[in-house]
């Protein structure tokens, strides 16, 4: 059975929207090579409407093996409004048929399935017990985002977590793995 792997960028308060406005500054190359690693692991990619957006956006114009890996492997996004992916190798899931198609996905051949961040798909997960590692990546900034809705901890998830890992980078960054009890 594949595992299905959330990987979330946050700042030290707890922000894990708009990364691309704070995280450039806390890049190292052994970070780096954990994000690679991590993208090697898997061969399916899974995000909620903005998340792909945002990488929508940005992947397709992007050379290079992380990118060829990232633009290459088959993408499921969870959505109800996104009806005509842009991404090359994208199919969208309506929320309604999220838990079941999910349930598939886990019990198709295949690597780990990595979904990158954090919303109502990684609720999802974790309330239906679909959610195998939880890795948040804490950068070592205040980013003081002041949307309620964009931090980790908000109203509707409850989760009980055991910590598995701790990978300290030179660049500050922590990243914390937890495994849902």
């Known amino acids: 059975m594949r595992r299905i792997i959330n990987s979330t960028y946050m700042s030290l308060d707890g922000d894990v929207q708009n990364p691309e406005k704070w ?4 890049r190292s ?8 690693e991590q993208l090697e692991a898997c061969d399916t990619l899974l995000m ?17 093996d992380m990118a060829d890996r990232m633009n290459g492997y088959p993408k499921y996004v969870v959505s109800d409004s996104l009806t005509e992916p842009t991404w090359n190798n994208t ?5 309604r048929d999220a838990v079941a198609r999910l349930r598939e996905l886990k019990a198709e051949p295949g690597r780990d399935v990595v979904q990158y961040g954090y919303g109502p798909v990684t609720a999802t997960l974790l309330g239906e017990g679909l959610l195998d590692e939880l890795r948040i990546w804490v950068h070592p900034v205040l ?3 002041n949307d309620p809705t964009g931090l980790l901890a908000h109203a509707g998830v409850h989760a009980r977590l055991a910590l598995v890992d701790v990978a300290r980078y030179e660049s500050g ?9």
């Open 23 to 26: 995280t450039f500054d806390y």
């Open 29 to 36: 190359d052994d970070a780096n090579r954990f994000a690679h």
């Open 48 to 64: 909620g409407r903005r998340t792909y957006e945002g990488f929508a956006a940005h992947w397709p114009g992007v050379t290079g």
């Open 91 to 95: 199919t969208v899931i309506p929320r």
């Open 143 to 145: 980013h003081g985002g």
């Open 173 to 181: 960054i922590v990243i914390l793995s937890y495994r849902p009890l």
